[in-house]
């Protein structure tokens, strides 16, 4: 079975601080990886993915993911955090050729301007 | 706006009634999805279609559950006798392609069973 973990449940920053959100996974296969976003009111949206290749995914809004295999870690970074980036953030996976994702449990990220 | 459109956004209803969500997905993706998201909780697989062939559930849904896509286009989930623990938000996704696919997510429909 796949599982997600993600730690950080509430995270607090002022506007310019870098940010890390931690994702650990557990699968004993190849994985895929993702990162969606859900701002206030709006649908799940994808931030970025890794499928293969190059273990730093970059995706939207200056967002980026590292790869870690050894340690089943795919954990979210942005240098600096905007006001505008409050939301929830979910990592989710799915193993190779398996059509469901498992998502954590959303950490919640709250910019102060 | 052409993406996953879901309705009712929300719905309010007394325990022991059915319910019926409709989804929508991408014109001419072949993979639907539908996951449930409580409070505090990531979104949990419900189940999955391929075209119109239903290929995966999960326990989670109960017999009371039942979700069709005729034709491979919209797609409808049912709860019949609804419960409080029914209470939830139900989110629909679809994908393209073979293999290695990202999903879209739509707004989802707001259940609550009182």
């Known amino acids: 079975a796949q599982s997600v973990s993600q730690h950080n449940h509430h995270v607090i920053l002022s506007e310019a601080a870098s940010l890390e959100l931690g994702c650990n996974y557990s699968?004993?296969?190849?994985?895929?990886l993702f990162w969606y976003v859900q701002y206030p009111g709006q649908h799940l949206q994808l931030l970025l993915k890794y499928f293969s290749g190059d273990p730093l995914v970059k995706g939207i809004k200056g967002f980026e993911a590292e790869f870690i295999k050894s340690k089943f870690s795919f954990n979210l970074r942005k240098p600096s955090v905007q006001w505008s980036d409050t939301a929830e953030y979910f990592c989710a996976v799915n193993g190779l050729g398996n059509e469901k994702l498992t998502f954590g449990t959303g950490t919640r990220l709250t910019i102060i301007p | 706006d052409t993406g996953v459109s879901q309705n009712p956004r929300h719905k309010i209803t007394k325990r022991g009634q059915n319910v019926t969500f409709r989804c929508d997905p991408i014109?001419?993706?072949?993979?639907l999805y539908w996951y449930r998201q409580t409070l505090g909780q990531g979104p949990e697989f419900l189940t999955y279609?391929?075209?119109?062939?239903?290929?995966?559930k999960s326990r989670l849904l109960s017999d009371r559950f039942s979700a069709e896509r005729p034709k491979g286009s919209f797609s409808t989930l049912e709860i019949q006798r609804t419960e409080q623990g029914d209470s939830a938000m139900y989110l629909c996704a679809s994908s393209q392609g073979q293999g290695v696919t990202e999903a879209f997510f739509g707004q989802g429909t707001r259940l609550t069973v009182v």
């Open positions: 699968y004993g296969g190849t994985v895929n």
């Open positions: 014109s001419e993706h072949n993979r």
């Open positions: 279609f391929q075209n119109e062939a239903q290929l995966e």
